[in-house]
């Protein structure tokens, strides 16, 4: 690249966009927390989603809620998880 050559208000315009765009593509890719959890666990918590039915979203926040007062949770990484989050 000519260090002389003038960048053009298009060429500028492309290159913020890219950048901008790039940064946001990596950002979303590193956030994405896989939930990894031992098959015993996972089998234990669609053994419990199960035995309930969550038809809307008022009876998810209500499971959620329900979930937290039974200590149906569990710790991936450094986020709490209900069994509701999980199997559903």
Same mark, same amino acid.
């Given at each position: 690249? %000519?260090?002389? /050559?003038?960048?053009?208000?298009? &060429?500028?315009?492309?290159?913020?966009?890219?950048?901008? =765009? =790039?940064?946001?593509?990596?950002?979303?890719?590193? %956030?994405?927390?896989?939930?990894?959890?031992?098959?015993?666990?996972?089998?234990?918590? /669609? /053994?419990?989603? $199960?035995?309930?039915?969550?038809? $809307?979203?008022?009876?998810?926040?209500?499971?959620?809620? $329900?979930? =937290?007062?039974?200590?149906?949770?569990?710790?991936?990484?450094?986020?709490?998880?209900?069994?509701? &989050?999980?199997?559903?």
């Amino acid at each position: 690249m %000519n260090p002389n /050559k003038k960048i053009f208000r298009r &060429e500028f315009i492309i290159y913020c966009f890219s950048a901008f =765009l =790039l940064v946001f593509i990596v950002k979303e890719k590193f %956030n994405q927390e896989e939930i990894n959890i031992d098959f015993e666990i996972n089998k234990k918590i /669609k /053994k419990y989603n $199960s035995l309930r039915e969550i038809k $809307s979203k008022r009876d998810f926040k209500s499971a959620i809620k $329900s979930d =937290l007062i039974n200590n149906k949770t569990i710790f991936v990484g450094k986020k709490l998880y209900t069994y509701a &989050e999980i199997g559903y």
